[in-house]
């Protein structure tokens, strides 16, 4: 039988900028062949970004951004695996809210 998997869908609107170039930067590794190095696993969508949100245990603190760390927290809480950050996506009120700069 095949295995269901949730996600948290999230507005983008809680990622800063600092964020969104740590993704951008994510994805230069992963085309350059160097997946084995990553320590987070993410896709950019039409509209924002899809991540898997690690177990807190598994978390490498030192090298992810803060905010991204508190989603996954986040999503974990809530039984998803998963987070889709969408701009047209919902504004969580248990988390912070960045308005672009």
Not at 9 to 25: G, N, P, Q, V
Not at 46 to 73: K, V
Not at 93 to 101: Q, S
């Amino acid at each position: 039988m095949a295995h269901i998997r949730k996600f948290l869908d999230l507005s983008t609107k809680h990622l800063m900028e600092s964020d969104l170039e740590f993704l951008r930067a994510i994805l230069r590794i992963a085309d350059k062949s160097i997946v084995d190095n990553t320590v987070f696993t993410c896709a950019q969508t039409t509209h924002g970004w899809f991540i898997y949100a690690q177990e807190p245990a598994d978390m490498q603190l030192s090298e992810l951004p803060h905010r991204l760390c508190i989603i996954m927290i986040h999503a974990r809480r809530h039984g998803c695996e998963y987070v889709l950050l969408d701009e047209h996506g919902p504004e969580d009120p248990d988390l912070p809210v960045f308005e672009p700069g």
